[in-house]
């Protein structure tokens, strides 16, 4: 039986059918029921297996999500109307979302958690910041290879690019970044973060026409949200210098 499974690449079930059998010797199960339960395990060990690879994919720099966020920091925002990007039909009409904002708002937060989400319903996601993205594509080895490397970013379900104006651009990052938004335009859905608005786009990318180009590819189906306030970093190293200053003041009147 072993070897029947392992050809029928039932892997769960080889590894607990033994345990399955011995219940349901001593229980009398019933035959539907037995079959049910294996299967049932089976499929949950898939699913596991199917989430572990999407996220290895995916490549987060790290697991939140929309809960984690908080919105009170950041009255412009609507937690409601981001919820909605965690809807199958953000990626189904291939819309597109832009961040813009100071570092340390919570744009790459915002864009993880909703990646995370989509993912979990079984959609391909993947995340790479835009200088990363770049790097890829000009070590690629000739047209055939820069096409290997933009094959996994033009068919994800979703697309985020993050960071995008962070770092002086390369005169290449123009081009590429518009075949990439071009390609998946009203096809697949997109995310952007930057901490540039539209309107200096075109000096990132030294091409006012490139960066209106773009800007119109993501806004025709998309919404534009800019993040204001005070980073979160420096937020909490600010409580935590505060923290530490009332416990020296303490000791020091302590002693």
Request: hydrophobic share 40%; net charge positive.
């Amino acid at each position: 039986m072993h070897q029947m499974l392992t050809q029928l690449k039932l892997a769960r079930i080889r590894e607990i059918h033994q345990e399955w059998l011995d219940r349901a010797a001593e229980t009398t199960m019933p035959y539907a029921d037995f079959l049910q339960g294996l299967l049932q395990e089976e499929l949950l060990a898939r699913e596991e297996n199917q989430l572990r690879r999407r996220l290895k994919e995916a490549a987060f720099p790290f697991e939140k999500t929309l809960d984690d966020f908080d919105f009170r920091l950041r009255p412009e925002l609507n937690r409601q109307v981001f919820l909605r990007y965690c809807e199958d039909r953000f990626l189904t009409q291939g819309r597109s979302l832009v961040l813009v904002g100071p570092t340390g708002v919570g744009k790459t937060h915002l864009s993880v958690a909703i990646g995370l989400a989509l993912l979990k319903r079984g959609y391909p996601v993947r995340f790479t910041t835009v200088q990363a993205l770049l790097t890829r594509v000009l070590r690629a080895p000739g047209l055939d290879g820069r096409a290997k490397v933009l094959k996994p970013y033009h068919a994800s379900d979703l697309l985020i690019l993050d960071e995008f104006g962070y770092l002086p651009a390369d005169p290449d990052l123009g081009p590429i970044l518009y075949e990439v938004i071009a390609t998946r335009y009203e096809k697949k859905a997109t995310i952007i973060t930057s901490n540039k608005s539209l309107t200096e786009w075109g000096r990132v990318l030294h091409d006012s026409a490139l960066a209106a180009a773009l800007a119109d590819r993501l806004l025709h189906h998309g919404e534009v949200y800019y993040l204001k306030g005070d980073s979160y970093r420096l937020r909490g190293k600010a409580r935590a210098t505060e923290a530490g200053a009332d416990v020296l003041e303490t000791a020091e009147k302590g002693g």
